[in-house]
């Protein structure tokens, strides 16, 4: 059963009740506050591995929570469940814009709750695995936490959307995808808005600069005539 630690805040007694009963079931320690300012208190002092968090709270709300948690350095990786009765796009959309990882509209399942959850849970320790792993093809080497691309042991200045599209297709080799996957792919992972910079017709572009960075190893990259691109499995 996970031991991972979970942040309950909800102004609502009997809500802190059911979340923390379905939540322990699943082996979850779950610790509970009914203020946004006790909220901020608990997530630094015990770093918790998610924190569910209601909109609606005295006080403090959630959304300045959540941009509270999400612009500190020490809190800026726990993934944030927006759990609401507010259930209008907008919200949801501010939420989401402040780095919130998911949303559940009250009432809900408690089961459904959960399994958002465990999928969150899932991704981070997925998206801190591919931070930490080094991804190499041929005489190329990218890491992702770092941000740092060698070339034949050279190393590569990209820009941000430059950096995300080699990884997509470093992540791959010898996969072909196509240009609106390529920009689906390439999409910011520290935001829920499209990457103005990335767009079906400014792939190209991006390509030309990468091959031309990568000096020998920008052949790695091929155009597959058709279709789309992808980096050649050396």
């Known amino acids: 059963m996970s031991k991972a630690s979970v942040l309950v805040v909800d102004d609502e007694q009997d809500i802190l009740e059911l979340v923390e009963y379905n939540l322990s079931k699943e ?5 509970t506050v009914t203020t946004g300012e006790d909220a901020l208190r608990l997530a630094r002092s015990q770093l918790p591995d998610a924190v569910i968090l209601d909109l609606m709270l005295p006080g403090v709300d959630g959304l300045e929570v959540c941009r509270s948690l999400k612009g500190d350095p020490t809190t800026a990786h726990i993934p ?4 609401t009765a507010k259930g209008s796009e907008a919200d949801i959309v501010s939420g989401l814009e402040l780095g919130a990882a998911d949303y559940v509209t009250k009432p809900f399942s408690p089961r459904v ?4 959850i465990k999928a969150v849970l899932r991704r981070d320790a997925e ?10 093809v041929g005489e190329l080497s990218i890491h992702p936490g770092r941000h ?7 190393p590569v200045e990209l820009t941000a959307t430059e ?15 196509t240009r609106q996957q390529i920009v689906d792919g390439a999409q910011s992972d520290d935001s829920f808005l499209p990457d103005r910079f990335v767009t079906d017709r400014s792939v190209d572009v991006h390509i030309v600069s990468l091959r031309r960075k990568l000096g020998g190893c920008g ?11 992808r980096l050649r499995d050396v």
């Open 148 to 154: 740092q691309v060698l070339a034949s042991g050279r």
């Open 27 to 31: 082996g979850y320690r779950v610790f």
């Open 219 to 229: 052949s790695y990259i091929e155009t597959v005539r058709g279709v789309g691109y």
């Open 113 to 116: 709750l959960t399994a958002r």
């Open 80 to 83: 944030i469940v927006m759990l």
């Open 163 to 177: 950096f995300r599209i080699l990884t997509f297709l470093a992540r791959r080799p010898g996969w072909v995808f």
């Open 127 to 136: 998206g801190q695995e591919a931070e930490t792993s080094t991804v190499a």
